[in-house]
C-alpha cells in the first residue's frame, strides 16, 4: 500500500472523528503532541468550513494524525490491508479497503460506514451516510 493511499485513509479518519486510544505502555511510547517536521502536510475541507492543516506521520506500526484543536487520532495496522483507528475516549473503528479499489470503507462502533473514495490528481473525498463531502487536498 502506497504513503499516498495511507495519508488519504489517515486523514479521512481524523476528519470524520473516527475512533478511541487503547492502552498503551508508557508516556514514551505516545507520539509527540504535535506533528513532527517530517509529517506530510494536507489540506481538508469539511461543508461550510475554512480548510485546516492535517498532518500525517509514521508512529510505530501504524501512523499518527494530528489537526488543530483535535485529539491526535492513532492508526494501527490489523496485519491484513486493513486498519484499526483510535483516539482517546471514543471507540475503535476499522478501516477496509473498498473491493473495487476505488477507496476505503470505515466502519464504525454505532454500524455507519463512511466512505473515502480517491480523486483525480490525489485527493480524496470523505463522504459519511447522508451528510455532504470533505475534500482533503495534499500540500
Known amino acids: 500500500m502506497s504513503r499516498k493511499t495511507v495519508s488519504g485513509v ?7 472523528g473516527l475512533g478511541g ?9 505516545f507520539p509527540p503532541a504535535q506533528p513532527p517536521t517530517a509529517a506530510t ?10 480548510p485546516i492543516d492535517v498532518y ?10 494530528h489537526a488543530p484543536g483535535q485529539a491526535p487520532i492513532y492508526l494501527i495496522s490489523d496485519k491484513k490491508g486493513g486498519f484499526i483507528v483510535q ?6 473503528s476499522f478501516v477496509a479497503p473498498r473491493p473495487d479499489g ?4 470505515i466502519l464504525s462502533a454505532d454500524g455507519t460506514n463512511t466512505l473515502l ?3 483525480d490528481g490525489g485527493s480524496w473525498i470523505l463522504q459519511p451516510a447522508g451528510e455532504p463531502p470533505t475534500l482533503i487536498v495534499p500540500q
Open 10 to 16: 489517515v486523514l479521512a479518519l481524523m476528519l470524520g
Open 41 to 50: 502536510r494536507f489540506k481538508a475541507t469539511a461543508p461550510g468550513a475554512f
Open 87 to 92: 483516539r482517546a475516549g471514543e471507540s475503535a
Open 56 to 65: 500525517l506521520s509514521a508512529w510505530g506500526e501504524g501512523y499518527v494524525i
Open 21 to 29: 486510544c487503547g492502552a498503551i505502555s508508557s508516556d514514551a511510547d
Open 117 to 119: 473514495l480517491k480523486q
Open 102 to 105: 476505488s477507496g476505503w470503507t
